[in-house]
């Protein structure tokens, strides 16, 4: 079992910053990929930007240029850092770790954490 627990959600207003963190525990020996999904109301979960095993990071189109997702593999914490924030990043962010087993991969998810963007 992994445990991730996130931090750093709020009320901003549009062009503001904000870091969320997650942190995972406790088998995260497993984990390759981590990243970050957000979900509005009525709206399927989408994924807004992930990090892989090597580094490597994916972004969806519509933060590009403004997200930066970063990963401490020491202390298997990914972040995301958000700035220029816009009324449409509005959502509960999740944090989202793939973790290696047997028969393929297991999706973990923290509690998610409100992210509201005044204009």
């Known amino acids: 079992q992994v445990q991730l627990v996130e931090s750093g959600g709020g009320l901003v207003q549009a062009g503001d910053s904000l870091r969320l963190s997650c942190a995972a525990s406790g088998e995260s020996g497993c984990i390759s990929a981590m990243g970050w999904y957000r979900q509005v109301p009525r709206k399927e979960r989408e994924l807004v930007a992930d990090?892989?095993?090597?580094?490597?990071?994916y972004y969806a189109d519509s933060v590009k240029g403004r997200f930066t997702i970063s990963r401490d593999f020491a202390e298997n914490t990914v972040y995301l850092q958000m700035n220029s924030l816009k009324p449409e990043d509005t959502a509960v962010y999740y944090c989202?770790?793939?973790?290696?087993?047997?028969?393929?991969?297991?999706?973990?998810w923290g509690q998610g954490t409100q992210v509201t963007v005044s204009s």
């Open positions: 989202h770790a793939g973790c290696r087993v047997v028969a393929g991969t297991d999706d973990y």
């Open positions: 990090i892989t095993s090597d580094g490597s990071p």
